[in-house]
Nanobody, 121 residues
């Protein structure tokens, strides 16, 4: 059993900042990557940012330069710092972890419960 617990998010004015954390716990052998996706009303879920176990990162073009992602491998926790927020960043944000349960095992997607971010203009 694996759990992803998200914290952060909320309501902020345009230009403000928010910080997310996502902690993975349970029967985890290895985490390949952690990151966040978001889904706005009427739109498909999209990648926001992702960080690999080696520290490699990938960002959506719309958040490049405004968001940063970091990771504490010892704590199985990732952090998303969101600066210069815009109304179009409003969405439900989901933490994601790609992980395996045992040595040589396959990797599986796990998702957090989702957290609302609302950016007012």
């Amino acid at each position: 059993q694996v759990h992803l617990v998200e914290s952060g998010g909320g309501l902020v004015q345009a230009g403000g900042s928010l910080r997310f954390s996502c902690a993975a716990s349970g029967s985890i052998f290895s985490i390949k990557s952690m990151g966040w996706y978001r889904q706005a009303p009427g739109k498909q879920r999209e990648l926001v940012a992702i960080i690999t176990s080696g520290g490699g990162t990938n960002f959506a073009g719309s958040v490049q330069g405004r968001f940063t992602i970091s990771r504490d491998n010892a704590k199985n926790t990732a952090y998303l710092q969101m600066n210069s927020l815009k109304p179009e960043d409003t969405a439900v944000y989901y933490c994601n972890a790609v992980l395996s349960y045992n040595s040589g095992g396959a990797y599986y997607d796990h998702w957090g419960q989702g957290t609302q971010v609302t950016v007012s203009s």
